[in-house]
């Protein structure tokens, strides 16, 4: 069984145009809701909390929905198709409303906007698994996550070229390279791959499948004991784990939001560069993020998880320090962010995991959810935080706030005694961009 990896690169056209949506939201909102309607950091800090607490009702809501549903086009297919639809009507009336400095219409439009992204998020991540035999989805979900990186890029290289100079820039041509290339990405999904159609021809390859396979999994069911068996009740100590785990995962997650929700008006206001400028940093990060995933696999497979994490820790903070040193910009910085994608890769291809293997057999979900949880709750938490720094104390706090919770979160990881593992070396190189973020 191969994985077809022209149809899967198509499938994950819409985890690109929902990448490059919020790579472009976490970096240019801020900086209008504060250049163009004067907004102080800690409003501007609690809307760009708003996708993350919508995320949490939003999310699960659409995707429950998106498994009942059954249209000509397919389950995931309408939602797709609507969400993107009325993103990029609402999209484009952001830098109209930015133009003009009608802020209702800016807050109303982007409310709206963040909806319409809920809406068919969690219906585009399950396309991948509707469409794919179980034992290939590790290799397509490689596949969509380096869809997504090349999303997060072209917005980058977008606000690089396309964002102006000024105090408040023309933001329009940078919102309707993203608008366009988030109708186009889908509008070539939509023709290419016939939902329906593939999901009954995957559907009937897995029955075949699951047949050959019964008996033999009937043989092995036989030989497990009840003894062998996994207690459903955590014991104390793998308890303690988790919670140090879990603690760790909100740690870092508010240590690095804060920089990335935060750094182009850092950028902009403390170092002074103009228009699209601050991109370099986070295109370089970006990069170097995807470049790392292949060394960081063999790291871990070579010392474990948990060290590899501690490394990110101490990585992540030392850099973030550096960072804060500089009174003005300068080309070096490049290679502080570049180490920060490094380490923020050696960070996440390993957390998920360790969390995962404190879980019994049949709460795997269960043990999701406790991720997704936590590092969703530190997200929505940090822009406000921070951003409450920022305006009453000082921007230079950015770099320390991060600093201090990197610290944090290598304390509380120094204190997990389970679930490390050193994982098995990939069998292909491309499995090593199968990553839970």
């Known amino acids: 069984m191969k994985l077809n990896y022209k149809r899967t690169m198509l499938i994950g056209l819409a985890f690109l145009s929902i990448s490059a949506f919020w790579q472009m939201y976490d970096n240019v909102i801020p900086l209008i809701l504060k250049d163009t309607f004067g907004m102080g950091e800690t409003v501007t800090g609690t809307i760009m909390a708003a996708d993350n607490v919508l995320a949490l009702f939003l999310l699960p809501i659409f995707g429950a929905i998106s498994d009942k549903v059954s249209t000509p086009i397919g389950k995931r297919m309408p939602f797709i198709l609507m969400g993107t639809g009325l993103a990029f009507v609402f999209l484009m009336i952001l830098p109209f409303a930015d133009n003009t400095k009608n802020l209702a219409l800016f807050v109303g439009g982007l409310f709206v906007l963040l909806i319409s992204m809920g809406l068919y998020r969690s219906p585009a991540v399950a396309l991948m698994p509707d469409l794919t035999p179980k034992p290939l989805r590790s290799k397509a979900n490689a596949v969509i996550n380096l869809m997504g990186a090349i999303g997060g890029v072209y917005t980058l290289i977008m606000i690089k070229v396309l964002v102006g100079g000024g105090d408040t820039p023309n933001y329009r041509p940078l919102f309707l390279s993203v608008g366009l290339l988030m109708v186009i990405s889908v509008a070539i999904l939509f023709v290419t791959i016939k939902e329906n159609k593939l999901h009954a021809e995957v559907s009937a390859d897995e029955e075949e499948n699951e047949a050959d396979a019964a008996q033999v999994n009937a043989v092995d069911a036989a030989q497990v004991s009840a003894s062998d068996k996994k207690s459903d009740k955590l014991p104390k100590d793998v308890k303690r784990s988790l919670v140090f785990l879990l603690l760790s995962v909100a740690f870092w997650f508010i240590a690095y939001n804060a920089v990335t929700t935060a750094f182009s008006r850092y950028a902009t206001h403390v170092w002074g560069l103009e228009g699209g400028g601050y991109a370099d940093c986070l295109l370089i990060a970006t990069v170097a993020a995807i470049i790392s995933y292949i060394p960081i696999g063999a790291i871990a497979s070579k010392i474990g998880r948990k ?11 030392s850099c973030f320090l550096a960072a804060g040193l500089y009174p003005t910009y300068h080309w070096s910085m490049v290679i502080f962010f570049g180490i920060i994608g490094f380490a923020w890769a050696g960070i996440g291809v390993n957390s ?15 043990y999701t959810g406790y991720y997704y949880t936590f590092s969703m709750a530190a997200q929505v938490i940090t822009p406000i935080l921070s951003g409450a720094l920022l305006e009453h104390v000082s921007y230079r706090t950015l770099f320390p706030y991060s600093v201090v919770f990197s610290v944090l979160a290598f304390i509380t990881m120094s204190q997990v005694k389970h679930g490390d593992s050193k994982p098995e070396q990939k069998k292909s190189v491309l499995e090593n961009f199968d990553v839970d973020d």
């Open 307 to 317: 060290k590899t994490i501690l490394i990110g820790i101490v990585l992540l903070g």
């Open 352 to 366: 998920y995991p360790m969390v995962v293997e404190m879980s019994n057999a049949g709460d795997v979900g269960k």
